[in-house]
């Protein structure tokens, strides 16, 4: 049984900084592709920012410049480091990946972020 622990949310204040750590447990093997999802209240979950094996990355354009994302090594966590963060940041923040199969999909349970003054 696949697992991803999520871990690094919190609330800070506009301009602050957070980063985000997933780590998978169980039988794996390196994940092919990593990202990180967020869902506000409301809203739907939307993608944030993506890696793959070769160390290519994606980010939506409301993250672009602020966020990074890195995995490690071994391929098995994923981290998000978030800069300058904007009230509109503020969701729950949830781990996915993708198993080395390609077809394989985890989810984190999902980490509060809640930026505000």
């Known amino acids: 049984q696949v697992q991803l622990v999520e871990s690094g949310g919190g609330s800070v204040q506009p301009g602050g900084s957070l980063r985000l750590s997933c780590t998978g447990s169980?039988?794996?093997?390196?994940?092919?592709?990593m990202a990180w999802y967020r869902q506000a209240p409301g809203k739907q979950r939307e993608l944030v920012a993506r890696?793959?094996?070769?160390?290519?990355?994606n980010y939506s354009d409301s993250v672009k410049g602020r966020f990074t994302i890195s995995r490690s090594r071994a391929g098995t966590s994923s981290y998000l480091q978030m800069n300058n963060l904007q009230p509109e940041d503020t969701a729950i923040y949830y781990c996915?990946?993708?198993?080395?199969?390609?077809?394989?999909?985890?989810w984190g349970q999902g980490t509060q972020v809640t930026v505000s003054s």
């Open positions: 169980g039988t794996i093997v390196s994940f092919w592709a």
């Open positions: 996915f990946a993708l198993g080395g199969n390609k077809v394989s999909e985890y």
């Open positions: 890696i793959i094996p070769n160390g290519a990355t």
